[in-house]
C-alpha cells in the first residue's frame, strides 16, 4: 500500500490530453513539493516534473505539473505512442523521519 | 555527464545478506545525497534510505531500520547499499539515484540491480 494514491491505469488515444492524478495528505504533498517519474518497460525511472511544475532540460513541454492542497497531478497533451509507460508521482514526507513516498504508479495505455 | 553505474545481478539464499554497489561519476561525489529505491517484480517504487557522502551520515525508511546499512567510499566515489536477513519479498529491482539538491527530485538513476532470493 503507497503513501501516495494514484489511478492503477490511464489510456487515451493519439493526440489526446490525459491526467493522471496524486493525492497524499499534509506531511507529504500539503508540506513539500511533487515530483513525476516516467519509467518505461525495462528501464529506470526518469524524472519529468520536478518542483510541481519545472520540466527538466529535454522534456517536451507536453507535460505538465500542478499541485493544489494534498494533491497533484500531471497532464500530457498531444498523446504519443511512445507516452505509453508507468507514471510515479513522490514527495518528501515529513511524518516521524524525514522520508521519500511515492505513489503506487500508473499504467499509461495509448489505444 | 553524471552518472550511477550499479553492480550486476546477485542470486541469493534465503536468510544470507546482499551488498549492491552504486558508482558516481561526472560530478563531485561529495556533493549530492545518495538513494536506495528498491521496485518488486510488477510493484511500485519504495524508498529504502539516503546517505550523505560528505560525512557518512544516514537515514533510513523505518521498514527497513534493522535490516539496512548504507555506506560509502569516498575514495572510489561509490556508495554501498547491504540488506540483510532476505526473505522472498526482497526479491526485487535495487536503484541507487542523487537529487539535485538535499529534498530534491532524482535526476539522476543508475540502471538497477535484480536481487533474486530463493530459499
Known amino acids: 500500500q503507497s503513501v501516495l494514491t494514484q489511478p492503477p491505469s490511464a489510456s487515451g488515444t493519439p493526440g489526446q490530453r490525459v491526467t493522471i492524478s496524486c493525492s497524499g495528505s499534509s506531511s507529504n504533498i500539503g508540506s513539500n513539493t511533487v515530483n513525476w517519474y516516467q519509467q518505461l518497460p525495462g528501464t529506470a525511472p526518469k524524472l519529468l516534473i520536478y518542483s510541481n511544475n519545472q520540466r527538466p532540460s529535454g522534456v517536451p513541454d507536453r507535460f505538465s505539473g500542478s499541485k493544489s492542497g494534498t494533491s497533484a497531478s500531471l497532464a500530457i497533451s498531444g498523446l504519443q505512442s511512445e507516452d505509453e509507460a508507468d507514471y510515479y508521482c513522490?514527495?518528501?514526507?515529513?511524518?516521524?523521519?524525514?522520508?521519500?513516498?511515492f505513489g503506487g504508479g500508473t499504467k499509461l495505455t495509448v489505444l | 555527464q553524471m552518472q550511477l553505474v550499479q553492480s550486476g545481478a546477485e542470486v541469493k539464499k534465503t536468510g544470507s545478506s546482499v551488498k549492491v554497489s552504486c558508482k558516481a561519476s561526472g560530478y563531485t561525489f561529495t556533493y549530492r545525497y545518495l538513494h536506495w529505491v528498491r521496485q518488486a517484480p510488477g510493484q511500485a517504487l519504495e524508498w529504502m534510505g539516503w546517505?550523505?557522502?560528505?560525512?557518512?551520515?544516514?537515514n533510513y525508511a523505518q521498514k527497513f531500520q534493522d535490516r539496512v546499512t548504507i555506506t560509502r567510499d569516498r575514495s572510489m566515489s561509490t556508495a554501498y547499499m547491504e540488506l540483510s536477513s532476505l526473505r522472498s519479498e526482497d526479491t526485487a529491482m535495487y536503484y541507487c539515484?542523487?537529487?539535485?539538491?538535499?529534498?530534491?527530485?532524482?535526476?539522476?538513476w543508475g540502471q538497477g540491480t535484480m536481487v533474486t532470493v530463493s530459499s
Open positions: 546517505i550523505t557522502p560528505f560525512n557518512g551520515n544516514t
Open positions: 513522490a514527495a518528501w514526507d515529513d511524518s516521524l523521519n524525514v522520508h521519500v513516498v
Open positions: 539515484a542523487s537529487p539535485q539538491d538535499p529534498e530534491g527530485a532524482f535526476d539522476i
